[in-house]
């Protein structure tokens, strides 16, 4: 065993760690060894969205420690930001096997501390959150999930005040406290449990409120109230709220996945909890299909991500990609609003570098400006931030099946998605169409985009440096041709520096420090390299484009467009 791991099992050993932590510790030294030096290899990082990782005793685990220390070093620096000022937060966790836990953990440290802690009474989706963050005043807030990663993860994402997710300075400031603390001796545990207060229906009732005034067409909806919706939460969060959102808006056939709508950790019926994976929407499909449905939702166990499944041109079901939900949305957004009077001469939008460039045509059209921000609705909040009371936010999103409507809430919500993507459905039923058809009218009109993504994991001590050494590659050697189209444009957000390929010519990019490399080709393919900050993967992401005359032209532009993409994962050796 190397010496520095060892040197880390010894301070659990012999410290103040209760005794299930010391027995588990001894059954790995002497049965599974390996695993006993994955957990202890390195402390966990706490990064800029906080903590991300699998389950466990160990220093590289979430575990009632880390969780502790991590919360201690993010109370140490908020009582220094607000010295002389009462320190509000709130927190919630989704419906993972030990949030509940992880939850309470992170209250009472906070309380221990001296501040104020709003914790919700039991499961809530992230966005509630967010928004519970802004509506009581509070300082900072805390989720306890892991997203859509597997049953065995579980996580911590940090707030700011302004119910974003930790940016500049305050990321890298909270991180340095959190190192700063060397022992769980260090941890306020216990003592400040006056300082609690639940969170519960009050809350739950704002928030709905909230989201029921961004809805544009409550009209349509009472036309169409009887759309046939099928939804699953994927034994997460969204059943708390999604059911009851539905039916503020006004639809009155909705149909909950049974074999999903009980909240459970070990989410017994998927492999992945994510809305993404085909298989893991595969019952919904199933019950979108025997019911006849106009629209099948899907949200993961944090709730903040949403998919959508719809009848294509064909009458087959097939799974929106998040680039093309995110272009129905922000299509629906401004096109309604124009077409409702209530739209602003400084409206304006956000959306991500690695998100279909769709997007930026679609707002360019309609004369709506849009922005670019790096990936993590993290960067979208901030850009609001940045230009409140300059211009109006409308809506912002990802490829990451993310959607933020509205301003009232900081990060993607997918309660809010689900709500307005039935509203849309409705709309383009009212008028004899379906979303997929809205979806090739908008190719039509905006051009025919297409994007794929695929992930390369590196497990294991080295696999962050092998994709760190796979970016520094195409870094310091770019490739020159991809695909038989010349490389015209390489941007590299890490060196925060465009170049012109072809004349030299070089630019800054005025967005933060980041690890994405993007090549443009001279048919106007993007791909874009991104690691991953929470996970051990690398992401490549495709987009590709063409005009679309007619819809009758769509299958086979599309294979075209596909056959493209493949192409480039081929002469990449990505395949």
Request: net charge negative.
């Amino acid at each position: 065993m190397d010496a520095s791991i060892q040197e880390r099992i010894n301070v659990w050993v012999n410290g103040n760690y209760d005794a299930d932590a010391k027995n588990t510790i001894a059954d790995l030294q002497k049965n599974h060894p390996d695993e006993l030096a994955d957990a202890f290899y390195r402390n966990l990082e706490f990064g800029t969205g906080g903590l991300r990782g699998l389950m466990g005793v160990g220093t590289n685990r979430v575990n009632k420690y880390t969780i502790g220390m991590a919360t201690q070093g993010f109370a140490n620096y908020l009582k220094k930001i607000y010295a002389n000022e009462e320190i509000k937060l709130a927190i919630a966790h989704d419906s993972r096997n030990n949030s509940r836990f992880f939850a309470e953990t992170t209250a009472n440290v906070f309380a221990a501390n001296g501040i104020k802690v709003f914790l919700f009474e039991s499961l809530r989706p992230t966005p509630e959150l967010s928004f519970a963050i802004r509506h009581l005043g509070c300082k900072a807030g805390v989720v306890c999930t892991a997203s859509h990663n597997p049953k065995e993860y579980n996580g911590y994402k940090a707030y700011w005040n302004d119910g974003g997710q930790l940016v500049p300075p305050h990321d890298k400031n909270v991180i340095k406290e959190v190192e700063a603390i060397n022992s769980v001796d260090e941890v306020k545990w216990t003592g400040g449990e006056a300082n609690i207060t639940l969170l519960g229906k009050d809350m739950d009732n704002a928030y709905l409120d909230m989201v029921n005034n961004l809805s544009v067409y409550p009209d349509v909806i009472a036309q169409q109230h009887d759309l046939k919706i099928v939804y699953t939460p994927i034994h997460g969060t969204g059943i708390t709220l999604v059911p009851d959102v539905l039916k503020r808006f006004g639809f009155t056939n909705v149909t909950v996945v049974e074999e999903q709508a009980t909240p459970d950790g070990n989410f017994p019926t998927v492999a992945y909890p994510n809305p993404e994976e085909s298989e893991t929407m595969s019952i919904g499909l199933q019950k979108a299909r025997a019911l006849d449905a106009d629209i099948l939702l899907g949200t993961d166990p944090d709730a903040d991500r949403v998919g959508i499944g719809v009848k294509n041109h064909k009458g087959e079901w097939v799974l929106m990609n998040g680039n093309q939900t995110a272009v129905l949305a922000f299509a629906y957004m401004i096109e309604a609003r124009k077409a409702k009077g209530i739209a602003q001469p400084n409206d304006m939008v956000i959306t991500t570098i690695v998100t279909t460039e769709m997007i930026n045509e679609v707002a360019r059209q309609n004369k709506v400006g849009c922005y670019n921000v790096l990936t993590g609705f993290k960067w979208i909040a901030e850009k609001i931030k940045e230009l409140e009371g300059h211009e109006n936010y409308v809506i912002g999103g990802e490829e990451s099946f993310g959607l933020m409507i509205g301003d009232q809430i900081r990060d993607k919500d997918a309660i809010s998605a689900v709500a307005l993507m039935c509203e849309m459905a409705a709309y383009e039923k009212a008028k004899g169409k379906s979303l997929f058809d809205k979806m090739i009218e908008l190719y039509i009109q905006y051009g025919f985009y297409y994007e794929n993504l695929i992930s390369i994991t590196k497990k294991g001590m080295n696999g962050q440096k092998e994709i760190a050494a796979m970016m520094e590659g195409y870094r310091s050697n770019p490739p020159a041709v991809i695909n038989g189209s010349a490389v015209v444009t390489l941007l590299d957000y890490e060196l925060q520096t465009g170049k012109d390929l072809q004349t030299g010519e070089t630019w800054a990019i005025n967005l933060p420090k980041s690890n994405v490399l993007q090549f443009i080709t001279a048919d106007g393919s993007k791909i874009s390299a991104r690691p991953s900050g929470t996970e051990p993967k690398i992401k490549f992401y495709f987009s590709v484009n063409t005009q679309l005359a007619s819809k009758t032209e769509f299958d086979a532009k599309q294979l075209e467009l596909e056959n493209r993409i493949k192409g480039i994962i081929r002469d990449m050796q990505l395949g």
